[in-house]
């Protein structure tokens, strides 16, 4: 069983920034995503992103926002988040793919089976 270990996550005011990490030993060959959560609401994806990083997928206005990266040598995906609204507070979970690339279909929950536990983002005056 794949572990994933998030960090990152924390308490930060409007308009400030956080950068998540998933590192995850077995996943260098496969998509990764970042997705959230919120009470009572189905988990949305946020974004995916390529083995090699070249290419990403955002969720809507996200893009303009946030930005995937990943570290192979660390195993370990990026997530930066910038301009931090009070709707982005969630628990975000890591997650890795069944398939080697995003596609445009990246957001089904079923098309990923490892998980991390999750680290809660809380954006708050």
């Known amino acids: 069983q794949e572990q994933m270990v998030e960090s990152g996550g924390g308490v930060v005011r409007p308009g400030g920034s956080l950068r998540l990490s998933c590192t995850a030993s077995?996943?260098?060959?496969?998509?990764m995503a970042w997705f959230r959560q919120v009470p009572e609401k189905e988990r949305e994806g946020v974004g995916c992103i390529d083995p090699d990083g070249r290419h990403s997928y955002y969720t809507g206005a996200e893009g303009r926002r946030f930005t995937l990266s990943r570290d192979k040598g660390k195993h370990t995906m990026f997530l930066e988040m910038n301009y931090l609204k009070p709707s982005d507070t969630a628990i975000y979970f890591c997650a890795t793919s069944l398939y080697s690339l995003c596609t445009s279909a990246w957001k089904g929950l079923n098309r990923y089976h490892h998980w991390g536990q999750g680290t809660q983002v809380t954006v708050s005056s």
């Open positions: 077995s996943s260098d060959d496969y998509a």
